[in-house]
Each structure stands twice: as structure tokens, then as C-alpha cells.
């Protein structure tokens, strides 16, 4: 069994191990759990679906466990504000796991006004024999009761149990775009387009706004969050990021309102590159820190870059996901694509990065060996258990023979979310209405 | 401009394959889409990032038509006109009140799920080693 990358091969082989759910609802979140086993999936109409890793077949040891459905709840209702006239969504925007720390597994998930906490337990036993009662509840007449007997527990079906446990809601006027639990997994943080919010997790009828960035006069607004995150490791420190491609990374012992950050990541730009499109495209839609801590990653519209937690002034390491892309920026604006956000993540070892991209194509960067790759989730293109194939896609010029033409592309299918196992090489991959789950080929 | 134009042609048809001059290679290509979007939209302002359309994604929820709200405006306005929707209809405003005419058609909130029904959980059984 090969350790390391998939890119260690000339030939990548990504096996098409499990396809899921094959009619949902838009997705709209994908997360891992701290171990992995579980796969929580959010979608517009408010529901989490989780998955669970199968235990490792003895007898088949050659493949991974599958993921079969585990859980599923309504985790948000459509509401409706009667003093703005404004309808709240139910799509939950972000879900984030706690680590496990009993028998139970929590999760914290949001749309744009209310954050819940979630427990999800296991049932397998049941209080058969009561005195009292009969099997089916009603009460038995007490005159037949001669005898004292205790009830005992016996097994039963396994029945998951999802009950939300807290409710924090009412503490922002935007549409939270984040939710990130700290490393002390007491507090998390909640951000909107304008502010930051810290929680403990107790603690529902309050929270400490850390981070507000409205302005007195709403016509001066340059700016707006657009994503947040704490630091793996220092439970002091998180950083956010903006529609005007910069990074703030902000450390809470320096005041209780992180107004004032610590550190200001942004990469200069050439003046005279400016255009229209500019300020739209250099939007960061994603921030996320690498599992050690030292780099952490942002997504703008056509790139990933790597920054070094150390160095402000400029990305350690960029990746074009679609420069092709940036001449057809017109038509991009006009049916609002531009305007897409897409995620992007590590992998356990953070050796590789993964983003989507437009024709439900998503692409991978290793960043040792600089090589890249695009693959496709789609039904029509990969059999099961087949490897899947790399693609190309040709910017001008003649086409090659397998490669798609850049006009071709179908900007309805795009891929906004993905995670990565934090163990293993085990990836899901949410289209528009389906998931896919993938997984290296174990020899 | 037209200096620039001569320098960058040859690199522009195999832009694709680079990686390293990127920034130098994508002007020409989003200057030309810049011109493209403004021959369009003359009227488009010079400040995308503005406070316009800022404003615009954080009022992301749909205004609804309030009987009261319109009745009163009606009322106070009399001789006057109520001031229309304008061109960016969900552009919120201090004046605006929305009208019957204004408003997008009300999506149904309860989507039936697919996800949770009962043919859901047959995924996966097709996958056998």
C-alpha cells in the first residue's frame, strides 16, 4: 500500500469506489468528522444526511469500508422575519464537527441566522418487562399484578437519534458564511458579511462580537467577510478573509475587539492589471488552515494559494484552477458565475489541495511534486470501481482528441464543495444533486 | 496600450501552458472582456466593489409586499407618485416600498425530499467487491 500522494505514479490511479445519494436536494456543505468515519452532508432544503464508514471487511481487505447513510435530520425550517419582511432560508451553509468525547457525536450546523447543536446517539438496547406497564405502554390492571419484576435491557434494531441539544440564534444581522470551533473545543466562532461572533458552546442567550467591520455610514461599506477560521492549534489566534482578496489574522489577547488585526495577508498588485473584473475575481471564497498550522489556504475565483503564517506580503505557492476562464470573464458576470464560491481543502498529510471547479470537473495540486490534475464526477463518464481519467480541457487552439473545448464547458454543473478524509485518501465530492465519494486504489 | 498589445500576442496563443507569467499574459485577455461587458452596459459604474454592490449582496433575503407599509406611503404620498422600483429592484432603500408589481414570484419553502424518502437508501448496494 503506497503512503504519500496519488501523485507518486505517473499514471494517477483514483478508484470510483461509492456513489451516493442519487437524488438530493442542492447540496450546499460537506464535512468529515475528526476521524473520518463520518461524512455530514447539508443541503437547501435544511436537511443533514451522515454517513458512515463501514468497518473494514475482514474478508475483502483489499477495499476501504463504504459509506452508507447513518443519520438524517431536518436540521433547519424556512423562517420568515415579519419585521424585515424577509424570508430565512433553510440551507444550511456550513457544518462542523466536534471531536468525539463520549459515546455520542455532536455537530454544529447553520443557515444564515441560527446556528444549532446537534447530538447524534445510538440506540441499540431497550427496558423490556416493566412492572407496571405491558409491552406496548398501557398499564396493566394492578389487581394481576402479584409479583415484582425488574425491568432489563435488551438488544434491539440500531436507531441514530438526532436531537438538537443548543440553539444560538438572533446574534447576527448578515448571513453567516462561517462557523469554526476553536482548539480549546469550548468556544467556536460565527461569522456574517460584516462581523464576528465568538459562542461558548454552553452558553446560548449570549456571545462576544470580536470582529465588526461596518462601517458608521453603510455608503462607505468597501468590504465584506468572507469567510473565518480559528487556528488548529493556537486557541488564541483565527484569521478572516474579505471580497478585496485579503487575509486578517487576528489573536484575541491582544484586545476583545480584533478590530485591529495582527497580521495582513495580501499579495500587491500590478496597477496597471487593473480591470473591471479585478476586484470580483481577487473575492477569497474559502480560508482554510493547513492541519499543521503553519500555512493556510485561500480560493479566489481562478486560484488556490498557499500562505506561510510568516510571511504577509505575498502566497508561498499559487495554483490555477481555470485560468481559461479569465477570457470569458464578460459572459462569467452576466449569468452571475463570477460570483460562485468555491471551497477547497487539504489532504490528512497537507501535501495536496483539492478545489472544484465548472463542468463538475475538480482539480488537485500536489505541492511537492508541482503536478496537477483534473477529474470529473460525473455518472455518465466513470463505472464504478474503474479508475477514473484525467482531463484536459483546452483553452484555444486546436482540440486535442479527449479534451473539452473551453466553450463546451457547462457552467451549471460546478462542483462548490469537497473534503478530504483526514486520515486517508478517501474523498467526497458534491455536484449540484449528488455526492461522490472516491478512493484510492489499495493494492 | 498598443506597444503592450505587440509584446504579449505571441505569448497569449500559448497561455495555456504557462504557469509563471500569468499576470503579464492575463491582461490582454480581461482588458478585452472588460471592454466587451462595458460596450454592453455603458452604464455600468467604474466601482464594482462599490458600496452598490455590496449592498445589493447583503440584502440577499426577497422584500415582501406589506399592505400596511403601501397604504400608509399611498396615503402620505396622495398627489405624488410612489417611487417606482428602479432598475435594481432589490436594492433596499429608505423611500422604497416594494409593490405589488415588484415582486418575484414567492418559491414554495417546503422542498418535498428525495434525500429522505424511502428509495434513498438503496445507494450503495450496487457496489460489491
Not at chain 1, 486557541?235 to 485579503?246: E, I, L, Q, R
Amino acid at each position: 500500500k503506497k503512503k504519500g500522494g496519488w501523485f507518486q505514479n505517473t499514471s494517477l490511479e483514483i478508484t470510483l469506489a461509492l456513489m451516493a445519494t442519487l437524488q438530493s436536494d442542492i447540496i450546499s456543505t460537506v464535512e468529515f468528522n475528526h476521524s473520518g468515519e463520518l461524512l455530514a452532508t447539508g443541503d437547501k432544503g435544511g436537511r443533514v444526511v451522515i454517513f458512515q464508514q463501514e468497518q473494514e471487511n475482514k474478508i475483502q481487505s483489499h477495499s476501504r469500508g463504504e459509506y452508507n447513510v447513518y443519520s438524517t435530520f431536518q436540521s433547519h425550517e424556512p423562517e420568515f422575519d415579519y419585521l424585515k419582511s424577509l424570508e430565512i432560508e433553510e440551507k444550511i451553509n456550513k457544518i462542523r464537527w466536534l471531536p468525539q468525547k463520549n459515546a455520542a457525536q455532536f455537530l454544529l450546523s447553520t443557515n444564515d441566522k441560527t446556528i444549532k447543536l446537534w447530538k447524534i446517539s445510538e440506540r441499540d438496547k431497550r427496558p423490556e418487562g416493566y412492572n407496571l406497564k405491558e409491552e406496548d405502554g398501557r398499564y396493566r390492571d394492578p389487581t394481576t399484578v402479584t409479583t415484582l419484576r425488574v425491568p432489563v435491557f435488551r438488544p434491539m434494531d440500531l436507531m441514530v437519534e438526532a436531537s438538537p441539544r443548543r440553539i444560538f440564534a438572533n446574534a447576527h444581522t448578515y448571513h453567516i458564511n462561517s462557523i469554526s470551533i476553536n482548539s480549546d473545543y469550548e468556544t467556536y466562532l460565527s461569522a456574517d458579511d460584516l462581523r464576528i461572533n465568538l459562542w461558548h458552546l454552553e452558553i446560548t442567550d449570549r456571545s462576544f462580537n470580536i470582529v465588526d467591520i461596518k462601517p458608521a455610514n453603510m455608503e462607505e461599506l468597501t468590504e465584506v467577510i468572507t469567510a473565518a477560521e480559528f487556528h488548529p492549534n493556537s486557541c488564541n489566534t483565527f484569521v478572516y478573509s474579505s471580497s478585496k482578496g485579503t487575509i486578517r489574522l487576528c489573536d484575541m489577547r491582544a484586545s476583545a475587539l480584533c478590530d485591529r488585526h495582527s497580521k495582513l495577508f495580501e499579495e500587491p498588485e500590478d496597477p496597471s492589471n487593473r480591470s473591471f473584473f479585478s476586484e470580483i475575481i481577487s473575492s477569497i471564497s474559502d480560508v482554510k488552515f493547513s492541519h499543521s498550522g503553519r500555512y493556510m489556504m485561500t480560493r479566489d475565483y481562478l486560484s488556490v494559494k498557499i500562505w506561510d503564517l510568516n510571511m504577509e506580503n505575498r502566497p508561498v505557492e499559487t495554483y490555477q484552477v481555470h485560468e481559461y476562464l479569465r477570457s470569458k470573464l464578460c459572459s462569467l458576470y452576466e449569468n452571475d458565475c463570477i460570483f460562485d464560491k468555491f471551497e477547497c481543502c487539504w489532504n490528512g498529510s497537507d501535501s495536496v489541495v483539492m478545489t472544484g471547479s465548472y463542468n463538475n470537473f475538480f482539480r488537485m495540486f500536489d505541492r511537492n511534486t508541482k503536478r496537477d490534475i483534473t477529474l470529473e464526477a460525473s455518472r455518465e463518464n466513470n463505472k464504478p470501481r474503474t479508475v477514473l481519467k484525467p482531463r484536459k480541457v483546452c483553452a484555444s487552439g486546436k482540440r486535442k482528441k479527449d479534451e473539452i473545448s473551453v466553450d463546451s464547458l457547462d457552467f451549471n454543473k460546478k462542483i462548490l464543495h469537497t473534503a478530504w478524509h483526514p486520515k486517508e485518501n478517501i474523498i467526497a465530492v458534491a455536484t449540484t444533486n449528488n455526492l461522490y465519494i472516491f478512493q484510492d486504489k489499495v493494492n | 496600450m498598443s506597444q503592450k498589445q505587440e509584446e504579449e500576442n505571441p505569448a497569449e496563443e500559448t497561455g495555456e501552458e504557462k504557469q509563471d507569467t500569468q499576470e503579464k499574459e492575463g491582461i490582454l485577455p480581461e482588458r478585452a472582456e472588460e471592454a466587451k461587458l462595458k460596450a454592453k452596459y455603458p452604464s455600468l459604474g467604474q466601482k464594482p466593489g462599490g458600496s452598490d454592490f455590496l449592498m445589493k449582496r447583503l440584502q440577499k433575503g426577497q422584500k415582501y409586499f406589506d399592505s400596511g407599509d403601501y397604504n400608509m406611503a399611498k396615503a402620505k404620498m396622495k398627489n405624488k407618485q410612489l417611487p417606482s422600483a428602479g432598475p435594481d429592484k432589490n436594492l433596499v432603500t429608505g423611500d422604497h416600498i416594494p409593490t405589488p408589481q415588484d415582486l418575484p414570484q414567492r418559491k414554495s419553502s417546503l422542498v418535498t425530499s428525495k434525500l429522505a424518502g424511502p428509495g434513498f437508501h438503496q445507494f450503495g448496494s450496487w457496489v460489491q467487491t
